[in-house]
Structure formats: C-alpha cells, structure tokens
C-alpha cells in the first residue's frame, strides 16, 4: 500500500524522500516496481473493467445487487463483497429524494370504486392486472405532467401521456395508449389512486368501453399502489432527478427514450426476479 502511495505520487515529491517518510527502502520500492502485477491485482483489473462497463451502461444507476446479477448471467462468478470493494475503489455509487409536488386531488364527490387489487401486485398472468399514476417532471419552462399505465405481470409500462396540464385527459390519452398496443381481453383490473381525473365521467366511461375493471386505493394510502410508486421513484431517481431539461419537448423526448430504450428491455427489475419486464413477457408468452 505504501509503494502504491509513493508511485501514485512520484510526479509530485521527491521519492527518496518519500520512502523516507513512510519508513520503506528506495530499493524495495524500486523492486515493487518492476515487479509484475500478482495473480490478484490483474484479476481485480479485469473485475473492474466489468463492473464500471455495467454501470456504465445502466445509466450509472445500477448497485452492488444489479451488478452480482449481471455478471452471474455474463458467466462470472463473483460474489457481493468483491464487487462492493471494486466499486469502491474505483469511486463507484448507484444514484439515490427531491421536492415533493401533490398530484392526487381527492377531494371531489365523484364516485369511488372499491379496492378491489388490495396489493396483490404479484402472480398475475399478462394482460390481467394494470396499475395507473401520475407524477411531475420540473422543467424550464414550467411543469410536465407524466401518466403511466404499468402491467403488473412484468411491471412493464405499457401505456404513458405527457402534457402541460393534470387534467383527465392525460390520464385518458394514457389508458388509451395502453389499450391500443395490447388489445387486453374483457375482465381486465386496472388500479389508480381515487383522484379526480381517475373519477372523472371521461375516464370511467373509457373502463366501460374497454370492459375493464375499476379498482381504487383507499385515502391516502400510498402503498395501495405502491408498484407503480415504485417505478416513479426509480424514473426520477435514475434518470430525471439527474438531468435539467430547458423544455418539455427535451423532457418528453428524454423520458420516452429512457422507458423504451432502457426501463422496458434493459433495467433489471428485483421483483421479477432481475430480469427486464420485456424478458419477462417473453417468457410468460413462452410458456
């Protein structure tokens, strides 16, 4: 350690003068030097080149779980503690909480359906279960409202709209888009919070169209929901927390990109077993 101190410093001090300090003999560090690297060191070399490629290409937002995951499916075999070290040695973090803006308005006498998910998040075949939300994204030129419809088979988004305004036609537009690419059969449950725009007559009448099962969370209850919670965390935290956007096209484009070209059919997903949700689905339809 003292040898790699004074070699990572040579341009700076006096190497005479450094083994001097640190109490080591010029002659073994001269030694060290043109010794080669053990057995070890180009190991880690070679874990570390991996690693940082990993993490690199999760956007910087994969952690030690992900990255054990990842290199067991490569074929290397590696355990958490050796990839804890070589994250930190080379400076190495997943990225994780930001203003808090309300987009829930309860307070409305529209109807109000029955919770009918109660959290059963998991077991679901696809097409069967939907979860719905929307959150905010800040730009520079004012907010950007996002709607998503996620499957929770594979906690795939399969249906999203943005817009300047939080009103019932964002959250139309996004059941609408998530109906049009999957074509689900009657029967299927969709869950949302019970705010306005998912009580509004517009988006009721679409469930209706569509032979769709309406389900609600209770009042303030968070984790009714709590799986497409999860991946707004994930959105804002990996990706938008991370960026600035100077206008809501850059934003749209930004998101788009990041739910298609990597959340989709990249990101492993601890829930299904870290696998992408388009894997997932595959499999699924495979069996």
């Known amino acids: 350690m003292r040898?790699?101190?004074?070699?990572?410093?040579?341009?700076?001090?006096?190497?005479?003068?450094?083994?001097?300090?640190?109490?080591?003999?010029?002659?073994?560090?001269?030694?060290?030097?043109?010794?080669?690297?053990?057995?070890?060191?180009?190991?880690?070399?070679?874990?570390?080149?991996?690693?940082?490629?990993?993490?690199?290409?999760?956007?910087?937002?994969?952690?030690?779980?992900?990255?054990?995951?990842?290199?067991?499916?490569?074929?290397?075999r590696v355990g958490h503690e050796r990839v804890r070290r070589s994250l930190q040695r080379q400076g190495l973090c997943s990225v994780y909480k930001r203003r808090y803006r309300v987009t829930t308005d309860s307070a409305h006498q529209?109807?109000?359906?029955?919770?009918?998910?109660?959290?059963?998040?998991?077991?679901?075949?696809?097409?069967?279960?939907?979860?719905?939300?929307m959150t905010y994204v800040a730009t520079g030129e004012g907010w950007l409202y996002l709607a998503c419809v996620m499957d929770l088979a594979s906690r795939r988004i399969v249906g999203w709209s943005m817009s300047d305004r939080i009103t019932a036609d964002l959250v139309c537009q996004a059941l609408q888009s998530a109906y049009g690419r999957r074509r689900p059969s009657a029967g299927l449950l969709i869950h949302s919070?019970?705010?306005?725009?998912?009580?509004s007559d517009r988006y009721r009448q679409l469930l209706s169209d569509y032979q769709m099962i309406?389900?609600?969370?209770?009042?303030?209850?968070?984790?009714?929901?709590?799986?497409?919670?999860?991946?707004?965390?994930?959105?804002?935290?990996?990706?938008?927390?991370?960026?600035?956007?100077?206008?809501?096209?850059?934003?749209?484009?930004?998101?788009?990109?990041?739910?298609?070209?990597?959340?989709?059919?990249?990101?492993l997903h601890s829930s299904i077993g870290y696998k992408p949700p388009v894997a997932v689905e595959s499999i699924a339809m495979a069996a």
């Open 193 to 199: 919070d019970r705010g306005s725009q998912y009580a």
């Open 110 to 133: 529209k109807p109000i359906a029955p919770n009918v998910l109660a959290r059963r998040f998991d077991g679901w075949p696809v097409n069967r279960a939907w979860v719905a939300d």
């Open 214 to 267: 309406p389900s609600m969370s209770r009042r303030a209850n968070c984790w009714d929901n709590a799986a497409i919670e999860s991946f707004f965390k994930t959105l804002k935290v990996e990706r938008i927390h991370r960026c600035r956007y100077d206008t809501r096209a850059l934003a749209r484009l930004d998101i788009v990109h990041w739910i298609e070209g990597f959340y989709n059919h990249k990101r």
């Open 3 to 76: 040898y790699a101190w004074i070699d990572a410093h040579r341009d700076q001090f006096s190497v005479s003068r450094m083994c001097r300090q640190l109490a080591v003999s010029r002659t073994g560090y001269g030694q060290w030097r043109r010794r080669p690297p053990s057995r070890r060191a180009t190991a880690n070399a070679a874990l570390d080149a991996r690693v940082a490629a990993i993490h690199r290409g999760s956007h910087r937002s994969y952690g030690r779980p992900r990255i054990v995951r990842q290199l067991r499916e490569q074929g290397v």
